[in-house]
């Protein structure tokens, strides 16, 4: 028992540098790192082979529905920063993406919003009129806009302006600014996101949408922060009442989202997440879902919450976006070491994906991995510089 | 250990050939096999996660525990490690 109990001591400490790698195979600054590579080769082999991604999409659409619109939107977004990043792969990339954008509109405009939401968007009616969903919206806004940023296609740009109009206008609208995902139920994730779309809406098409950001930035600073943890909320009703406190599915995402609307800000919440939320024992990274003074139930964002350390597979995955976006280089190698510890990854022909995870989970990793140039785009250009080029 | 080690290493080894690791998906509440059901493929998922912790986990512990005791007997007895040497091919 003595020999036992001294080896694992020696193992325990030991074992994270067997799955432990350089930052350099996640995330590179310039061009791709293997793993990007990697993960977008298996991405980019679902868009090339309809049954195998039909296959993908319904044992996610089985769990959430949700699970399917988003995999494509992390995808585009991906997609746009490995053009940026690989212009000699562009052409690949944006004709993936408009099939992409393009079977998503075809869906929406078939089968309705609801296709792409959780059955529980039926059970009431939304408050504001006619029912739009924000979660939708914003997301095809930003991947309309982010297909534009790497090249123009002027059948997108009308499709953009339509969708940022009718975001604005409900804002406008809304007393509180509060715009619905589901029926009375709004997210921070979503408002971050269209708030992204609105602002690249802006550089593409030289309007001007500031005041809105910057009034929107001070209500949520003002009315839906979490006092305690500093952190904001991750949804609310549309009279502004919290219905969940802050949660780690979503908080990592908000803080990279605002990155784009208010840089200290965005640094503010990815600082207070860290603190609250990330972890790293024994060399393993990983999140919890919620700051230790408020607690929740699991539930399909936060996935299962593995016991004993709290880890929460849905706040875990989405930190890599928030440590890359602020290059939290250690706190990133530590998460990439637990991926490979658990994550299962499976490696054929080139291509990765991460058996405990799925398609929306392994393009959230690919777009942890590819981020930034779409992003510095937007901040520091303005289009007529960018066509000078 | 060393027996056990080698047991659990083996039957791993069966789970992962036979594709369990595919199965894991359940870690993220995706279900591993439309055609096996919700029931099935987490059976089968946990019953490779458990192997799978065992094989990275407990595996080097034992070899480790089995290394450390054959130091040990050594440095007890070193008399009779001389006196009994191993027998040679």
Known sequence: MAALTFAAAIWLPCMHFIFAKPVSNFRVKQGLSPEARQLAARHLQLWTEPALREQELNKMRVSNAEWDFMGRSFLVWSLANMALRDPASKPRYLQTMDQIIDETLRLEKQEGMYFFLMPYAKDGPYIMQPSRSLFLDGEIALMLASRRVVEEKPEYKPLLTERVNGIVARFHESPGMFLESYPDECWMFDHCVALDAIKTADYLDKTDHSKLIRDWIAMAKQKLVDPKSGLLISSFTTGGEPLAGPEGSSIWMVSHSLQLLDEDFARDQYQRARKELGAVTLGFGYAHEWPEDWRGEANIDSGPIIPVFDVSAGSSGMAFIGASSFGDDEFLTSLATTLNFAGFPSRTGGRLKYCASNQVGDAAMLYAATLGPLREKVKTKTKYENFSQ | ?89
């Open chain 2, 1 to 89: 250990m060393i027996q056990r080690a080698a047991a659990i290493s083996g039957l791993f080894l069966v789970l992962h050939l036979a594709g369990l690791r595919e199965f894991t998906g359940i870690l993220n509440g995706t279900i591993g096999s439309l055609a096996l059901g919700w029931r099935l493929s987490a059976a089968l998922a946990i019953f490779y996660i458990v192997l799978y912790l065992a094989f990275v986990i407990l595996v080097p512990v034992l070899l480790l525990a089995a290394a450390i005791l054959t130091v040990w007997q050594r440095l007890k007895n070193p008399d009779e490690q001389r006196t009994n040497p191993a027998p040679s091919d």
